[in-house]
């Protein structure tokens, strides 16, 4: 069964930083590239990044470019998302979620739970 | 970047009633659409890829169809699990956007 696990939210203060983790089991996870994408509450979905299955690559959505690196480790099965320098308008659930097998077709074929992250003073 | 506009906003139906949610492109997006179903409090599941692919293990009662700029979802039948929040996404060109999402609800 494939499952991905999201880990690391909380309350933050504005300007400082957060790492989110998330868990992958129940398939090859180095053989599929892989996507934040975020939801402010009461919002809709907003991709925040994807990384390449061998981490080679890497895509932001420009609101987080600078600020925000994906990484991960396949050893560990395991996808991160370090956020620095943040912001108010980063509060939102962050979903770990998997694009597709076929290279280059960039839709979410399975999803987190997601977690919440707060950024309030 | 793409803009994709959804609607309705809102949509209340009956039960067994055939339902269609409509999602258009700012421009020409070639079937690289997906449609996804949010519950209350859970994750987005996948029902649709290519604009009219069902998803593994999606009722077929769903179906997706359109071209170009326009596209759409329809759900035959209505059930009382299909309430929840529809997103529409388009994934022809970087940066991948989402729909704002359409609320159904049983009338």
């Known amino acids: 069964e494939v499952q991905l696990v999201e880990s690391g939210g909380g309350l933050v203060q504005p300007g400082r930083s957060m790492k989110l983790s998330c868990a992958a089991s129940g398939f090859t996870f180095n053989n599929y590239d892989m996507a934040w994408v975020c939801q402010a509450p009461k919002k809709g979905l907003e991709w925040v990044a994807t990384i390449s299955y061998d981490g080679s690559s890497t895509y932001y959505r420009d609101s987080v470019k600078g600020r925000f690196t994906i990484s991960r480790d396949n050893a560990k099965s395991t996808l991160y998302l370090q956020m620095d320098s943040l912001r108010s308008e980063d509060t939102a659930t962050y979903y770990c979620a998997r694009h597709p097998l076929i290279r280059g077709t960039w839709y979410f074929d399975f999803w987190g739970p997601g977690t919440m992250v707060t950024v309030s003073s | 970047d793409i803009q994709m506009t959804q609607s309705p906003a809102s949509l209340s139906a009956s039960l067994g009633e055939t339902v269609t949610i409509e999602c258009r492109a700012s421009?020409?997006?070639?079937?690289?659409l997906a449609w996804y179903q949010q519950k209350p409090g859970k994750s987005p599941q996948l029902l649709i890829y290519n604009a009219n692919s069902l998803h593994t293990g999606v009722p077929s009662r769903f179906s997706g169809s359109g071209s170009g700029t326009q596209y759409s979802l329809k759900i035959n039948s209505l059930q009382s699990e299909d309430v929840a929040s529809y997103f529409c996404q388009q994934y022809y060109d970087y940066p991948w956007t989402f729909g704002g999402g359409t609320k159904l609800e049983l009338k």
């Open positions: 421009e020409d997006i070639y079937n690289g």
